[in-house]
């Protein structure tokens, strides 16, 4: 499973009643240790309603206080979304995801609130970030995370990043994302699978992500290296 497969899917309760779709989702670093990153990533919040400009500006955390006015603004119009824990999901479906409690029995926390480990927001803290090598060279950015499921029903735990056209059509979705992934699989000789880049050379995650080898060890690379080949090497002058 993807996050894109949750990231924007209809919650319904267990009442059969349409909550919101889900704009965002929250992982704890507290899962099983992978390479030197330490814990895995782990799905621990769906979190229900748009993920907008509040989100976006880091206003669910409370130590985001400026400017004052805006941020009083922007603090009320996240505080009361309804945030469905993972032991709170019955089912995911197809663009739905079928929860075992009722609206009215869904928490509010805010971000920071975890007695586990540290929470990040997949939205704001990974998706879209660049990925950058121990060079500090670009290795591409994050447009997917690759989730592991379990058949007991404890949270999935993050195990790969996802990067690239194949990664980036799925969350877009529609007739865009289509297009991009039709495009990328006559690039890449029918295949549509997305670059894939394993948790276990991930160093650190702050304002982009940290590799551990270089960005030409890693899968992302070699789409570049097939435009640097077949397209930029033949352009006149190049």
């Given amino acids: 499973m993807r996050l894109a497969d949750l990231i924007g899917s209809m919650v ?3 009442d059969d009643v349409e909550v919101g779709r889900v704009g965002d989702v929250w992982l704890t670093q507290d899962g099983p240790p992978v390479g030197i990153f330490g814990a895995a990533l782990r799905v621990d919040a769906l ?19 400026g400017p004052a006015p805006i941020a009083w603004y ?16 019955a089912a995911v479906e197809e663009g739905r995801i079928r929860l075992r409690v009722r609206l009215a029995d869904l928490d509010r926390p805010t971000v920071e609130e975890s007695v586990a480990g540290r929470r ?14 121990p060079d500090g060279m670009m290795a591409g950015k994050v447009d997917d995370l ?27 979705g529609g007739r865009s994302g289509e297009w991009i992934a039709s ?9 549509r699978d997305p670059a894939s880049i394993s948790f276990a050379v991930v160093a650190r995650i702050d304002d982009h992500v940290t590799l551990i080898v270089s960005r030409e060890d890693v899968a992302t690379f070699a789409f570049e290296r097939w435009v640097r080949d077949n397209v930029i090497a033949k352009l006149p002058g190049s």
């Fill in 183 to 191: 495009v990328h699989a006559r690039l890449q000789g029918g295949s």
């Fill in 12 to 14: 319904v309760d267990a």
């Fill in 146 to 172: 690759k989730l592991e499921l379990h058949e007991d029903g404890a949270s999935p735990v993050v195990t790969e990043i996802l990067a690239g056209p194949g990664a980036l059509s799925r969350r877009l």
């Fill in 120 to 133: 990040i927001s997949a939205g704001l803290e990974l998706l879209d970030r660049q990925i950058v090598d």
């Fill in 74 to 89: 922007m603090h009320r119009r996240t505080a009361h979304r309804p945030v469905a824990r993972w032991s709170d999901v």
């Fill in 47 to 65: 979190v229900i309603g748009r993920f907008g400009l509040a989100s976006r500006a880091g206003y669910e955390r409370k130590d985001v206080r």
